[in-house]
């Protein structure tokens, strides 16, 4: 049923559209009164499109400020990237831009095309694409302009929200970049600790063997953790283990890291350590975090395969201070880690909320009071 005041349209009866050209048809310079935006451009921002890395001083056929910009061709259609320009702006022939005309703002148009998203308006029978041909039919509900402007600035104090998190988060996870850096390497020592480090192997303080299962194991409703290659574990009906271990992910997601204690199961490429001798276990889980990456990174720019192999394990070097300063260690970096957390948690649920509201929002599913 259409909600009262709305009323059912088509996409290319509320927008003027224009495509991008080829760079090979504008001057283009470092700097200049025009972004040229290219597609990768839109990796910089969120939202407002202000930036670029190339520039004309080419003053016909700009594309308007407050145009809804986005990719017309390829996988960067499927990752729904749409951005509003915020300066008037050329565009690289592999996008095209909406310019609102009386009939909706800008602002509306940017979150109603984010919520029906850029894959239900193109091609994808083959390569993703968007044309005119897509984007003139394409069936909308359009409310009236004050109600537009209402929901706008509602879900604007969201992204607002989200980005103010965002950045919170990123501070956060730097300075437990700096802390791991300062701390891990005795650069800086916590106050009252004074004793000497000392070099050993990861075979030295522990035990290192590799799951034995292949991903078969794995089962949605399973009772035990199942430890792989990727990200996140699985679960499993079954468990070989149980003890308390770090699991280090052997190819896939390469150097991965997870603690666990208690019954699991591990993928075959799965390092797990255990038995551990003379050290704290989170103050390694720490140390192992911060330089395992590094070391993968090396042998990867020697052009090695992104894989760990246990040799490479068993001579890991762990350099530690005394197993009281270790513990103090291992607890200023585990509140960085809940921190991070919290925040990342909180990011979830702001997504979630906004994902939410759209659906309400652009539907008509809840109406808004105009002023």
């Given at each position: 049923m259409l909600p009262e005041g709305w009323r059912k349209t088509t996409l290319g009866k509320c927008v003027d559209i224009k495509s991008g050209v080829a760079p090979s048809s504008l001057p283009l310079k470092r700097h200049g009164k025009y972004p040229y935006v290219k597609v990768e451009d839109m990796n910089n921002c969120s939202k407002f499109q202000k930036k670029s890395r190339e520039y004309t001083d080419y003053d016909h056929n700009y594309i308007r400020r407050n145009s809804v910009i986005f990719p017309k061709r390829g996988a960067a259609i499927v990752n729904n990237k749409v951005r509003i320009s915020i300066n008037e702006i050329h565009l690289d022939s592999n996008m095209m831009a909406l310019q609102p005309n009386s009939e909706t703002t800008s602002d509306f148009l940017y979150y109603l095309i984010t919520f029906c998203g850029l894959f239900k308006i193109a091609d994808t029978s083959t390569i993703p694409q968007i044309n005119n041909k897509h984007i003139l039919p394409y069936s909308i509900l359009?409310?009236?302009?004050?109600?537009?402007?209402?929901?706008?600035?509602?879900l604007?104090?969201?992204?607002?929200?989200?980005?103010?998190?965002?950045?919170?988060?990123?501070?956060?996870?730097?300075?437990?970049?700096?802390?791991?850096?300062?701390?891990?390497?005795?650069?800086?020592?916590?106050?009252?600790?004074?004793?000497?480090?000392?070099?050993?192997?990861?075979?030295?303080?522990?035990?290192?063997?590799?799951?034995k299962k292949d991903v078969n194991?794995?089962?949605?409703?399973?009772?035990?953790?199942?430890?792989?290659?990727?990200?996140?574990?699985t679960f499993s009906e079954n468990y070989s283990y149980d003890c308390e271990a770090i699991l280090i992910a052997g190819n896939g997601e390469v150097g991965k890291t997870h603690y666990y204690n208690g019954k699991f199961e591990a993928y075959q490429r799965t390092y797990i350590l255990s038995d551990f001798t003379n050290i704290s276990v989170f103050f390694l889980l720490h140390f192992i975090e911060f330089f395992l990456p590094l070391d993968i990174s090396k042998e990867k720019q020697h052009g090695a395969m992104p894989y760990i192999k246990l040799g490479t394990l068993k001579d890991f070097s762990v350099v530690t201070p005394p197993i009281p300063e270790q513990r103090a260690i291992a607890t200023v970096l585990t509140t960085a880690d809940e921190e991070i957390a919290s925040l990342e948690s909180d990011l979830s649920r702001l997504r979630q909320e906004k994902k939410a509201l759209m659906q309400q929002l652009l539907t008509g599913k809840r109406r808004v009071t105009v002023d």
């Open positions: 359009l409310p009236p302009l004050p109600e537009q402007k209402k929901i706008a600035a509602i604007s104090t969201w992204d607002r929200a989200i980005e103010g998190t965002e950045k919170l988060l990123a501070n956060s996870q730097q300075q437990k970049k700096a802390l791991m850096q300062q701390l891990l390497t005795g650069k800086k020592r916590l106050p009252g600790f004074t004793g000497e480090w000392k070099k050993k192997t990861l075979s030295n303080v522990c035990q290192i063997k590799t799951g194991e794995g089962c949605e409703n399973g009772e035990y953790p199942f430890f792989t290659c990727a990200k996140q574990h």
